[in-house]
């Protein structure tokens, strides 16, 4: 995730790189629950999709959540190009985010509890960047499956703001938008964190909690 070049400015369908009709390989199974990456899933799963720099350390945060927790993956999304590498998202040239896909069973864990864990995890006033971390790669984002979802998101947006405006910080910069497309990671990328503990995480909060 270091010493890459620092690209703040998001591409145009001009200027975005052309990808590929191939998905590209990754893992069948999650490194720390042996689940099946890309299901089935079992019955009444639903899915949350989040971009809060590094990907590393945020899946972890995620999959420590416990049981309610079926798998979590990384990949890119909210880009231009279809398929793209690390190499090619760390170019700055396909408007990807680096994200978290995490399918929960709502029966044992809410989408709120989701919520506080993504506010709560890393500084959404930082626009294209998070800590040492700079790129549009590591932005801010809520990425929605549901309406429900996006008035969570929304609501959840609102109230955090507040309490982050109470601290002294400043305007949240988090899109929240319809999920996009999910283009997998690079098997390495999955459950990195499991793989290589003492791994770079890449992640700072705020220390601001919310009321999700």
């Not at 809060?52 to 416990?66: I, M, P, T, V």
């Amino acid at each position: 995730m270091l010493f890459r070049p620092k690209k703040t400015e998001l591409p145009t369908a001009e200027t975005a790189l052309p990808g590929r009709a191939e998905a590209l390989p990754t893992a069948s199974h999650h490194f720390v629950n042996g689940r099946p990456l890309k299901g089935p899933y079992p019955a009444g799963s639903e899915m949350a999709m989040f971009g809060l720099g590094c990907f590393w350390g945020a899946e972890r945060k995620f999959w420590q959540l416990g049981d309610g927790i079926v798998v979590t993956g990384v990949g890119y999304a909210g880009g231009l190009t279809p398929n793209a590498t690390y190499d090619e998202v760390c170019t700055g040239r396909t408007g990807h985010n680096e994200v978290v896909l995490a399918v929960f069973d709502p029966a044992r864990i809410s989408y709120e509890a989701l919520l506080a864990t993504f506010w709560e995890s890393h500084d959404p006033t930082q626009g294209y960047r998070q800590g040492n971390d700079v790129g549009t790669q590591y932005r801010s984002g809520i990425y929605t499956f549901s309406d429900a979802q996006q008035v969570a998101a929304e609501r959840s947006r609102d109230a955090f703001q507040e309490r982050l405006t109470a601290a002294g910080f400043g305007r949240i910069t988090t899109e929240i938008i319809p999920a996009p497309p999910f283009y997998w990671a690079e098997d390495y990328h999955q459950q990195y964190l499991a793989k290589v503990p003492h791994g770079y995480c890449g992640l700072g909060g705020t220390g601001v909690p919310t009321d999700c």
